[in-house]
């Protein structure tokens, strides 16, 4: 059983074989070759690759409780569960059955975060008191506290009539180290400035509940996520040394504008030493996917991020075409 304090050293890290990057426009040879500040300890997540069946939210939070126990038996000190795992994304039941947060849902994981004495990020659907519903994602600690709840910004024009746009960002300071959250499209390429945002605010860790979704007839052997995904993580891990690590759904789509086709799984890690883990393609069956991560060292602060940001050779001053 993970303990708030249950750090490892960096270099007892499970070892993990490492992916070459992809190539960026933003990253010179400088960016590339600029070594990280050596971590001072590991964090152990816990990727819960979660099989979410639309509009069944009680079934969704008993296989999430279940991840989250098996999560804490490997000893993971957080644990990060998909976007939206109650209703599903896009499912119209969201509409009308939606919950406040605190409310029962959040109350659930928050019991799970005692119960198990771990970190909790995961995705709910929220109404708020003003009646607007959200993607939201929560973060929560040991004693079932949330400590931050994210709406998501970068709402994918099939959501907009079921899900307001966010309109704040939060970094927390906590134990495990300064963690920032965003969901899904949030890291899409053209989203990308929610993601510096984060790292400008001082995130070491970018946590992002996901649901990475294909047409039914795509396979693995089409490896959608590699520029879709990697390279974005890649990018805001390796200009700013942070870890960006998305957990997202399994299983067909039922319901909703996205009917018929399915979340595939392929949960993703990267850091600035490249891709620390990646989740199965998998449309059927949930997956527990547990990395080590050294946690980032992130010395500059203001306007010293702009000055590391130019010696790895970002530009501020270039217009498009």
Request: glycine share 10%; with cysteine; aromatic share 8%.
């Amino acid at each position: 059983m993970a303990s708030l304090f249950n750090f490892r050293k960096a270099g007892a890290a499970v070892p993990v074989a490492l992916s070459p990057l992809v190539p960026v426009a933003t990253q010179d040879a400088g960016l590339l070759a600029a070594p990280a500040p050596a971590p001072t300890s590991t964090l152990r997540i816990g990727m819960g690759q979660l099989l979410v069946e639309g509009g069944e939210p009680d079934r969704n939070l008993d296989r999430a409780a279940l991840m989250i126990a098996e999560a804490a038996a490997r000893g993971c000190d957080l644990v990060l569960l998909p976007e939206t795992l109650d209703f599903a994304w896009t499912h119209p039941s969201a509409l009308t059955e939606a919950q406040p947060i605190p409310g029962r849902y959040s109350d659930r994981l928050c019991e799970e975060a005692i119960r198990h004495q771990v970190y909790i990020c995961a995705g709910l659907t929220e109404r708020a008191p003003s009646g607007r519903i959200y993607n939201a994602a929560l973060l929560i600690n040991p004693q079932g506290e949330i400590l931050t709840k994210y709406h998501k910004i970068n709402l994918l024009t099939v959501e907009h009539p079921y899900y307001a746009v966010g309109q704040t960002l939060n970094v927390v300071d906590t134990p495990l180290g300064k963690i920032g959250v965003n969901i899904c499209a949030d890291n899409f390429i053209d989203g990308l400035a929610i993601g510096h945002t984060l790292a400008r605010m001082g995130a070491e860790f970018i946590l992002s509940p996901s649901s990475w979704t294909v047409d039914y007839s795509i396979t693995e052997e089409h490896d959608p996520y590699r520029e879709k995904w990697v390279k974005p993580y890649s990018i805001l891990a390796r200009l700013y040394n942070v870890a960006v690590v998305g957990t997202t759904s399994v299983g067909y789509i039922v319901g909703g504008p996205y009917e018929g086709k399915k979340s595939v799984g392929c949960s993703l890690a990267v850091d600035a030493a490249g891709i620390r883990a990646q989740g199965k393609f998998n449309e059927f069956a949930g997956d527990l996917v547990v990395v080590d991560i050294p946690r980032p060292v992130r010395p500059e602060k203001g306007t010293q991020i702009g000055e590391m940001l130019l010696r790895k050779g970002f530009r501020f001053d270039t217009l498009p075409v």
